[in-house]
Nanobody, 126 residues
Framework: QVHFVESGGGSVQPGGSLRLSCAAS????????IGWFRQVPGKEREGVSC??????RKRYSDSVKGRFTISRDNGANTVTLQINNLKPEAACVC?????????????????????WGQGTQVTVSS
């Protein structure tokens, strides 16, 4: 059975940083595209980053380029999203998800991902 778990969310001040982690069981993260998504109440889930299997090619949405960094630790079977310079409007629930394909889709859309975690809350306030 496949199980994804996110961790690392919390409350930070504007301009602060967080390091989100995605751990999986029953699923080898380095063989498939792994994406990170954010969702705020009343809006659709939005893809922000993805790392492909094998060649580790990385994709980012335009809104996070230069501030977010995705990486993968094959030994630990985890994918990490480093978030810097958080803006007040960045508050959301963040999800990681696993695709059934090696490559990341472009754009990064929820439809292309099969397995999802429960999400981790990110709050930005002063």
């Amino acid at each position: 059975q496949v199980h994804f778990v996110e961790s690392g969310g919390g409350s930070v001040q504007p301009g602060g940083s967080l390091r989100l982690s995605c751990a999986a069981s029953g699923f080898t993260l380095d063989s498939y595209g792994i994406g990170w998504f954010r969702q705020v109440p009343g809006k659709e889930r939005e893809g922000v980053s993805c790392i492909s299997g094998s060649d580790r090619r990385k994709r980012y949405s335009d809104s996070v380029k230069g501030r977010f960094t995705i990486s993968r630790d094959n030994g630990a079977n985890t994918v990490t999203l480093q978030i810097n310079n958080l803006k007040p409007e960045a508050a959301c629930v963040c999800y990681c998800a696993g695709s059934l394909y090696c490559a990341c889709p472009s754009p990064i859309v929820p439809y292309d991902f099969r397995y999802w975690g429960q999400g981790t809350q990110v709050t930005v306030s002063s």
